[in-house]
T-cell receptor, first 107, second 114 residues
Framework: GIQVEQSPPDLILQEGANSTLRCNFS?????LQWFHQNPWGQLINLFY???GTKQNGRLSATTVATERYSLLYISSSQTTDSGVYFC?????????FGKGTKLSVKP | NAGVTQTPKFQVLKTGQSMTLQCAQD?????MYWYRQDPGMGLRLIYY???????DKGEVPNGYNVSRLNKREFSLRLESAAPSQTSVYFC?????????????FGPGTRLTVL
């Protein structure tokens, strides 16, 4: 099956810093999503991005489908950005999740 | 619009007990999914239902059964709970199964099996 690798596994930032999270896939996917899991465990949809680039406020994402990777950019980070960021992808509807990047933003 | 709702939020069971986790969506989606999340891990698919009347196994189906009661509701049953089933369970839905459909998740059920 498809393998999903996320990097880095852990990231500590000072408030206001920028960061890039990466997601690599072992095979082609045609469904790709980024999620933020907040400290209360809730999964929040960030982007549905099987290809191309999208932006939403301080967050943006780029997927290069031909090279099987996706990037999530967080600019001017805030303490409320803390939590775990997951990417997930699949080719047949069900999603395969990576193990996540745990982000801690310090004030 | 409540989106995807799950009940209960928390549950503690003893080994061998049974229970049913309930999930409902009000987005008129055709496809529904059950995932589990273990500590430090991403989510893993247990079962899914591509459309009303159909169900299929995911990556980790052993020890679980599902019922797609109608288009809105998809339940997950543990017939004889085991400590290895201690986890957080998430239900999700999407417009259609297959490609090109964003999944939306419920708030989760935190289950502990003693």
């Amino acid at each position: 099956g498809i393998q999903v690798e996320q990097s880095p596994p852990d990231l500590i930032l000072q408030e206001g810093a920028n960061s890039t999270l990466r997601c690599n896939f072992s095979d082609s996917v045609n469904n790709l999503q980024w999620f933020h899991q907040n400290p209360w465990g809730q999964l929040i949809n960030l982007f549905y991005i099987p290809s191309g680039t999208k932006q939403n406020g301080r967050l943006s994402a780029t997927t290069v489908a031909t090279e099987r990777y996706s990037l999530l950019y967080i600019s001017s980070s805030q303490t409320t950005d803390s939590g775990v960021y997951f990417c997930a992808g699949g080719s047949q509807g069900n999603l395969i999740f990576g193990k996540g990047t745990k982000l801690s933003v310090k004030p | 619009n409540a989106g995807v709702t799950q009940t209960p939020k928390f549950q503690v069971l003893k080994t061998g007990q049974s229970m049913t986790l309930q999930c409902a969506q009000d987005m008129n989606h055709n496809s529904m999914y059950w995932y589990r999340q273990d500590p430090g891990m991403g989510l893993r698919l247990i079962y899914y239902s591509a459309s009303e009347g159909t169900t299929d196994k995911g990556e980790v189906p052993n020890g679980y059964n599902v019922s797609r009661l109608n288009k809105r509701e998809f339940s997950l049953r543990l017939e004889s709970a085991a400590p290895s089933q201690t986890s957080v369970y998430f239900c999700a839905s999407s417009g259609e199964a297959g490609a090109y459909n964003e999944q939306f998740f419920g708030p989760g059920t935190r289950l502990t099996v003693l």
